[in-house]
């Protein structure tokens, strides 16, 4: 079973760059793929333009670079920069970022926790309501 990829801000930032240059090069996505011999599917450029599923993936940039005549150091800086600016954005860096990612994935999984499911099932949990009369 695949665990779920958490997204850094490189990757979002990776998946900006390569949207930008996938619509510029004026190719479709089949267009795109048929152009890499079948290495990735255009399902999965349309993945990765879209930033669903796992973030791209160093091979798929590159032919993606390629393809598009997009030149992938020129292309890295930008990724670097756009991804320290998100970072900006955010307020959180590095560990920072993790921290807080797992925070909310404590507070939702207390959300669901046993004793909410247990205390919709209590017995006598309408004992002390007001009954109206």
Request: charged content about 30%; hydrophobic content about 40%; overall charge negative.
């Amino acid at each position: 079973m695949a665990s779920r990829v958490e997204w850094t801000a490189t990757d979002y930032a990776a998946k900006d760059e390569l949207a930008e240059i996938i619509d510029d090069s004026g190719l479709s996505l089949r267009a795109i793929a048929d152009r890499m011999g079948g290495v990735v599917s255009h399902v999965r450029i349309g993945d990765i333009r879209n930033g669903v599923k796992a973030p791209v993936r160093l091979f798929e940039f590159l032919a993606i670079c390629d393809v598009c005549h997009a030149d992938p150091v020129a292309t890295l800086r930008r990724i670097t920069v756009r991804a320290k600016q998100l970072e900006q954005q955010e307020g959180l860096t590095g560990e920072a970022a993790r921290s807080d990612a797992n925070l909310q994935t404590a507070i939702n999984d207390l959300q669901r926790s046993d004793l909410d499911i247990a205390a919709n099932h209590d017995p006598n949990k309408h004992a002390h309501e007001f009954d109206g009369e």
